[in-house]
């Protein structure tokens, strides 16, 4: 059984105006999937779905075996417990020091023995480098020290898919890389992502399987060396022809 299995899934933002049509994917543990397509291909769209941030028009996600119900706040609970995401703007507290900005939401919403979540919030701050950093206050970050601290505190909820929107694209060129290394250290350890990313050869990296998307739809989906390599659909050989060639 898929981790993540998501079927005929549609979604609108306006009422007979479908960005998402008959989306099918499935997402099994420990595997990284990335989500890669022109702009306005309904990647963050699909994404926002999972969460629950925008509720969808047909289909069905079924997350462990449990379809979810989109429509139900305990059911929206349990997605949302279970999955984080991470977006290009990382929007930390300001007026909260980095270990604050972790522990706070484990500490106030979940009611989590302090002590612990801050010992844990630790271990995630070392994981992506940032040991050091405890005290600071975002403003006294570089902005791919803020987007690490943003994924820090994603994981410190705990959740088992982590969804990544386009977390470095906001990055001067020179700091992706160490946002990029905290994520292979996640993927290392075998935690369950979906990724949205323009960094193709990171893509190609760490992925198991590579979704193209194209108008709201998966155009083709497969291992990173057929999709990069060897694209079996037309309009997945031009978007790679394309992207390949910058
Ligand atoms: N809040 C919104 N209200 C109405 N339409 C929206 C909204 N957000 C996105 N859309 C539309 O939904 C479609 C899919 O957008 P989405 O943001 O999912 O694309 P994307 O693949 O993430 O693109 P990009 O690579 O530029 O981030 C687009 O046609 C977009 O214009
Ligand atoms: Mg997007």
Same mark, same amino acid.
């Given at each position: 059984?898929?981790?993540?299995?998501?079927?005929?899934?549609?979604?609108?933002?306006?009422?007979?105006?479908?960005?998402? @049509?008959?989306?099918?994917?499935? !997402?099994?543990?420990?595997?990284? !999937?990335?989500?890669?397509?022109?702009?306005?291909?309904? +990647?963050?769209?699909?994404?926002?779905?999972?969460?629950?941030?925008?509720?969808?028009?047909?289909?069905?996600?079924?997350?462990?075996?449990?379809?979810?119900?989109?429509?139900?706040?305990?059911?929206?609970?349990?997605?949302?417990?279970?999955?984080?995401?991470?977006?290009?703007?990382?929007?930390?507290?300001?007026?909260?020091?980095?270990?604050?900005? !972790?522990?706070?939401?484990?500490? @106030?919403? +979940?009611?989590?023995?302090?002590?612990?979540?801050?010992?844990?919030?630790?271990?995630?701050?070392? +994981?992506?480098?940032?040991?050091?950093?405890?005290?600071?206050?975002?403003?006294?970050?570089?902005?791919?020290?803020?987007?690490?601290?943003?994924?820090?505190?994603?994981?410190?909820?705990?959740?088992?898919?982590?969804?990544?929107?386009?977390?470095?694209?906001?990055?001067?060129?020179?700091?992706?890389?160490?946002?990029?290394?905290?994520?292979?250290?996640?993927?290392?350890?075998?935690?369950?992502?979906?990724?949205?990313?323009?960094?193709?050869?990171?893509?190609?990296?760490?992925?198991?399987?590579?979704?193209?998307?194209?108008?709201?739809?998966?155009?083709?989906?497969?291992?990173?060396?057929?999709?990069?390599?060897?694209?079996?659909?037309?309009?997945?050989?031009?978007?790679?022809? +394309?992207?390949?060639?910058?």
């Amino acid at each position: 059984m898929p981790h993540l299995e998501i079927t005929d899934l549609s979604a609108a933002y306006e009422a007979d105006a479908k960005v998402l @049509k008959d989306v099918n994917m499935t !997402v099994d543990k420990g595997e990284i !999937v990335s989500l890669i397509g022109p702009s306005g291909s309904g +990647k963050s769209t699909l994404l926002r779905v999972l969460m629950g941030l925008l509720r969808p028009v047909g289909g069905q996600v079924v997350l462990d075996g449990d379809a979810i119900d989109y429509t139900s706040k305990s059911s929206l609970r349990h997605v949302r417990d279970r999955c984080a995401i991470v977006f290009q703007q990382y929007n930390l507290f300001q007026n909260m020091n980095v270990m604050r900005n !972790v522990s706070i939401a484990p500490i @106030k919403i +979940k009611g989590w023995d302090k002590k612990t979540v801050e010992a844990e919030a630790a271990d995630l701050l070392a +994981k992506v480098g940032l040991a050091d950093k405890h005290k600071a206050y975002p403003d006294e970050l570089s902005g791919g020290q803020q987007q690490r601290v943003a994924i820090a505190r994603a994981l410190a909820l705990k959740p088992e898919v982590l969804l990544l929107d386009e977390v470095t694209s906001a990055l001067d060129p020179e700091l992706v890389n160490e946002v990029l290394d905290a994520i292979r250290v996640l993927a290392s350890e075998g935690m369950t992502m979906i990724i949205v990313s323009h960094e193709m050869a990171f893509v190609r990296e760490v992925s198991s399987k590579v979704v193209m998307m194209d108008e709201g739809t998966v155009v083709e989906a497969g291992p990173p060396a057929q999709i990069f390599d060897a694209p079996k659909t037309r309009r997945a050989q031009e978007f790679v022809s +394309k992207i390949l060639r910058h």
